[in-house]
């Protein structure tokens, strides 16, 4: 069933396009990566199918419905989105930070009540964030704060959870383990995962299909093992590379072609 | 200190919120009484209290008229509109600063204070006081013109650096200034005796009027912003996650926006620009009560009033039977604050 969808969609800011007549389906409980080298258009597009951004043409719809004729509020409570990093300021602590997933369920004068601390529990024991919930954020490894933002997501009860490169800032471990989390979600829970990456391999191992943007139009879109040739990534990103396959998955992994 | 960061860890809940000012409020009225009482007319508690109970008849321990007279039409009405004007001014330096997401933005360093006291000085010079509200209404213009000028500079979806703000800061009150200038030379010797005390932040002119305006808008500004006490929460952690956990945020920033510079612009008109306020007692309080909004609002509005009205006592006091402009006070208490806060924000 298809939860999201890209209508041919078409976005510039003031100059160029950034994005050219974008169409693909997002089908529920799957899990999608969207590739691409910098400014091929994949932030611009996360923040069209969040309705942050309007396209001059086509749009995002969700259960058919235009993203745009929803209020933030309606579309916070579907769509969650999980940025690079925490750019506040004053020290709020983890679980005040998770707390806030809560904003789009409350109304205006409310407190959390019983039903809201209890799903931030919830999330915050599935993230493993509970050890430093009264912890300031700023204290925080990259990887801690990364999960937490996470709980946040999480914690808007969100049908599906858009990630823009989720893991630029973690070392390999905290990249995995974040993805880690994010496949364990996504199998157990039926969330439907959209993670923005620079990581090809990451990417090859942890999604069902991947969208490859190149100029901001659609380059190839399947599932890893089909778009994640040689061809089609020398050809969007400009570099010679060669491929093999993951040992335990049989996933494509790419790497750089160099001489020794 | 560790007791001070367990304390504000704990969740926050109506009756946290409820308690913490109820001790807070304990904190303001005891200040107010010893500011009743202080002064150069040596008036003590007892006095007045035995004067206000009708139990004893012995007429010779209670007030004279004129004692009554400075108790009650005198320091009354100035502790009464300090703790209004001290609220306004914190409550709008806690507006500001989530809303640019940098601790630093107070409405006197904005150059929000000059704008309203460029605004207040033009009502009285153009004789807007025969209006109902004219100078308020005429500080609020200034007040908004200054911030749009601030949040233009600041943009949208960026926190405004520290040195920008201050940068912007500087530019906008030397504007102001230079416009204040403009207009006391233009004005007549009884004009201008009336307008330097805007520029100059002093309560000794409280009267009824300024009491009842700056109230009912800081009430009205207090009810509004409050509403949105748990959207500055997510304000200040950016405008994009803002918009991603549901807030309307152009609407909300100006609503916000908007009500903090009317709020300001009551209390500039009331007494003039008093600075510091809104920079000293929100950040004190983030340390003790934590940064969530539904308890800091509520906080620095009663603390901010329980400063100037312990900065007002001192500036009549201190150099008695003379007095100080209040204003005095907050820089020689706000400056070095300010500059210990920027030497920190500085070094990490």
């Excluded at chain 2, 321990?61 to 609220?87: D, H, M, N, Y």
Aim: proline share 5%; hydrophobic share 50%; charged share 15%.
């Amino acid at each position: 069933m298809t939860l999201l969808q890209s209508d041919d969609v078409s976005f510039r800011y003031h100059g160029p396009w950034v994005l050219r007549h974008v169409s693909f389906n997002v089908e529920k409980g799957s899990f999608i990566g969207i590739l691409g080298p910098n400014g091929s258009g994949k932030s611009t597009l996360l923040k069209i199918l969040d309705g942050i951004l309007t396209p001059q043409e086509g749009m995002a719809t969700m259960d058919g419905r235009s993203i745009l004729t929803m209020s933030r509020r309606d579309i916070a409570r579907r769509v969650a989105v999980v940025p690079q990093d925490y750019a506040g300021i004053f020290t709020f602590t983890a679980r005040e930070i998770v707390l806030m997933g809560r904003s789009p369920h409350l109304a205006p004068w409310a407190f959390e009540g019983k039903r809201d601390h209890e799903t931030v529990n919830r999330v915050m024991a599935q993230t493993d964030t509970m050890s430093f919930a009264d912890r300031s954020l700023e204290h925080l490894s990259g990887g801690e704060r990364q999960r937490v933002l996470i709980a946040r997501a999480l914690a808007q009860e969100p049908r599906l959870m858009l990630l823009d490169e989720p893991t630029a800032f973690l070392d390999i471990r905290h990249q995995v383990e974040i993805m880690n989390l994010l496949k364990s979600l996504n199998k157990e829970e039926g969330l439907t995962v959209l993670a923005v990456t620079h990581d090809i391999n990451l990417a090859s191992l942890y999604c069902d299909r991947i969208i490859l943007l190149d100029g901001g139009a659609i380059h190839a879109e399947g599932p890893p093992a089909e778009v994640m040739t040689t061809g089609n990534i020398e050809a969007v990103y400009g570099l010679p590379v060669v491929s093999g396959n993951h040992e335990l998955t049989g996933r494509p992994v790419i790497m750089p072609r160099i001489e020794e | 200190m560790s007791f001070l960061s367990s304390w504000s860890i704990q969740p926050v809940t109506p009756g946290r919120v409820f308690k913490i000012c109820l001790l807070l409020l304990l904190l303001f009225f005891t200040v107010a009484v010893v500011s009743l009482f202080a002064g150069a007319a040596d008036i003590t508690l007892v006095t007045a209290i035995r004067d206000l109970l009708p139990l004893e008849a012995d007429s010779h321990k209670a007030l004279t008229p004129s004692e009554r007279s400075i108790l009650f039409s005198i320091r009354l009405p100035r502790v009464v509109l300090a703790g209004l004007v001290g609220a306004a001014l914190s409550m709008s330096g806690v507006v500001f600063q989530a809303l640019l997401r940098n601790p630093l933005a107070d409405p006197y360093i904005l150059g929000i204070s000059a704008g309203s006291a460029v605004g207040a000085v033009t009502g009285i010079l153009l004789g807007a006081e025969i209006i109902i509200l004219g100078i308020p209404g005429m500080a609020f213009l200034g007040a908004i013109l200054a911030a749009l000028v601030v949040f233009g500079i600041a943009g949208t979806g960026r926190r405004l650096e520290t040195s920008t703000l201050l940068l912007t800061g500087v530019m906008v009150n030397a504007f102001f200034s230079a416009v204040i200038l403009f207009v006391f030379s233009i004005s007549d010797h009884l004009q201008l005796q009336r307008a330097i005390y805007w520029t100059m932040g002093d309560l000794s002119l409280a009267d009824d009027q300024a009491i009842i305006y700056t109230g009912f808008f800081l009430f009205i500004g207090m009810a509004f912003i409050y509403r949105y006490a748990r959207n500055l929460n997510i304000l200040a952690t950016g405008e994009e996650t803002a918009l991603q956990l549901g807030i309307p945020v152009g609407k909300t920033k100006i609503l916000l926006l908007t009500a903090a510079s009317l709020v300001t612009a009551a209390a500039v008109a009331a007494t003039g620009t008093i600075g510091f306020v809104g920079l000293i007692i929100p950040h004190i309080l983030r340390l003790t009560v934590g940064p969530d909004h539904r308890i800091l609002l509520p906080a620095a509005i009663i603390c901010g009033g329980a400063f100037l009205v312990f900065a007002d006592t001192m500036a009549r006091c201190l150099v008695s039977p003379a007095e100080l402009p209040v204003g005095v006070i907050t820089a020689l208490c706000g400056a070095p604050y300010f500059l210990a806060l920027l030497r920190r924000r500085l070094s990490t």
